[in-house]
C-alpha cells in the first residue's frame, strides 16, 4: 500500500476566498449600479439602498470619497473580488502558487484592507452615514484580510 500523502492546501481559506469574493462582487455590482443609475438619471431621486439619512448610499456615492481615483470606488470592487473568486476556485482545483505570488496577493489585500479602514472612517466620521452596501464589503474584506495573512 503506497504511503499517504498529507493534503496542504489551504482549502478552508480557498472557500472562504470563493465566499466572500461573491458577497463582495455582488455588493460591488449593487453600488456601482447605483452609480451609473444616478449618472444616467440625475432627477430620478434616491437610491434603492438609501433607508434614512443615516443609512444611504447615495451621500457616499456622490463625495469625493466615492471616487477617490477618478472613477467610482466599487469598480475597484468588481475586479479585486474577482481576483479572490479565482484564487479561491484555483486552490480548489489543486493549484499551488509561488511565493512571490502570496506576497502579491497579500499585498493587493492590505492595500483592500486600509482602503476599506480608511472609508469606514470617511462614511462614519466625515460624511456621517452608513451605506448598506459599503458596511457589507466592510464584513468581508476586513476577515479576509487576516485569513490571507494568518
Not at 127 to 146: A, E, R
Request: proline fraction near 7%; include cysteine; hydrophobic fraction near 55%.
Amino acid at each position: 500500500m503506497p504511503p499517504r500523502t498529507i493534503d496542504s492546501r489551504p482549502t478552508v481559506l480557498a472557500v472562504w476566498l470563493v465566499i466572500a469574493g461573491v458577497i463582495g462582487w455582488i455588493a460591488a455590482f449593487a453600488l456601482t449600479t447605483e452609480k451609473f443609475h444616478a449618472l444616467a438619471n440625475p432627477d430620478a431621486g434616491p437610491a434603492s439602498c438609501d433607508f434614512s439619512p443615516l443609512v444611504q448610499c447615495t451621500k457616499n456615492l456622490d463625495s469625493w470619497q466615492g471616487s477617490v481615483f477618478g472613477f467610482p470606488n466599487p469598480i475597484l470592487g468588481l475586479t479585486g473580488w474577482v481576483a479572490s473568486i479565482v484564487v479561491g476556485m484555483a486552490i480548489l482545483a489543486g493549484a499551488r502558487f509561488a511565493r512571490w505570488f502570496w506576497l502579491a496577493f497579500a499585498a493587493g489585500i492590505t492595500f483592500a484592507f486600509g482602503f476599506v479602514l480608511w472609508l469606514i472612517g470617511q462614511s462614519i466620521f466625515s460624511l456621517g452615514t452608513l451605506c448598506p452596501w459599503c458596511m457589507v464589503t466592510w464584513v468581508v474584506t476586513i476577515p479576509t484580510f487576516y485569513a490571507v495573512w494568518v
